[in-house]
């Protein structure tokens, strides 16, 4: 995937993330809780909990919310029990989509998920149906504040795939299994703002639309990104 087709997604998704920040904080908030709820509240002791705690932080989230869902979690063992569920299926244009939730709920999840693709001339697919279109990578972002070539020497001893500036940003990609040692990496090198910071599905293939088309797979994007139980969304349109 080139660097200025996602840096276009990474635009896009910034812009909904400042226009819907308060339901943001509370999906990631829900990512902490389960995450500390699945192992120890310590997140250098817990491997989702901190990858979940990093996002956040890449979202600005603040502290004492991040705080308050572990602490919430750790007080709590009643209430919500939360599951991972992923949704496959097609957009306009044979686009693919891989749809990441937490839910109490599977039966409301997934009519609304199914709503929404139908709404939009999609259609929901089995399990595995899209997957094989998606490699699990990880996406690190930070400001083009540092020297390039030491960021550049760093990120790739420590194992990371891709480095490459655009506009004022270094924007990395890892393997699932460099991303951490990357980060770690990062922050060895007093890097300590990170725009984004997470671990993502990267389309191996992609789809081109005419403007229409691309404009119908947002709006999409768009209506399951509102949905309280949605996750993330990923998907395989080629942004210019």
Known sequence: MSGHSKWATIHRKKGLLDAQ???????????????AKSGSPDPTQNASLRLAVDKAKAQNMPKDNIQKAIEK?????????????????????????????????RNR??????????????????????????????????????????????VLDAGALDFEKVDNTYMITTTQETFIPVKEALEQENVKEFLECELTYI??????????????????????EDLDDVQDVYYNLKED
Do not use: W
């Open 73 to 105: 979690a750790k007080g709590t063992s009643d209430g919500a029990n939360y599951e991972n569920v992923r949704y496959e299926g097609y957009g306009h244009g044979g686009v693919a989509f891989m749809v990441d939730c937490l839910t109490d709920n």
């Open 21 to 35: 920040r308060g339901k943001v904080f509370q999906k990631l908030a829900k990512e902490i809780m389960v995450a």
């Open 109 to 154: 999840t997934a009519s609304q998920v199914r709503s929404a693709f139908t709404k939009a001339g999609g259609n929901l697919g089995t399990d595995g149906s899209v997957a094989y279109m998606f490699e699990r990578r990880g996406s690190i972002i930070i400001p083009a504040d540092y020297d390039e070539d030491t960021m550049m020497m760093t």
């Open 203 to 224: 389309p191996n293939m992609e789809v081109t639309l005419d403007e229409e088309g691309v404009e119908k797979v947002h709006r999409l994007v768009d209506v399951l």
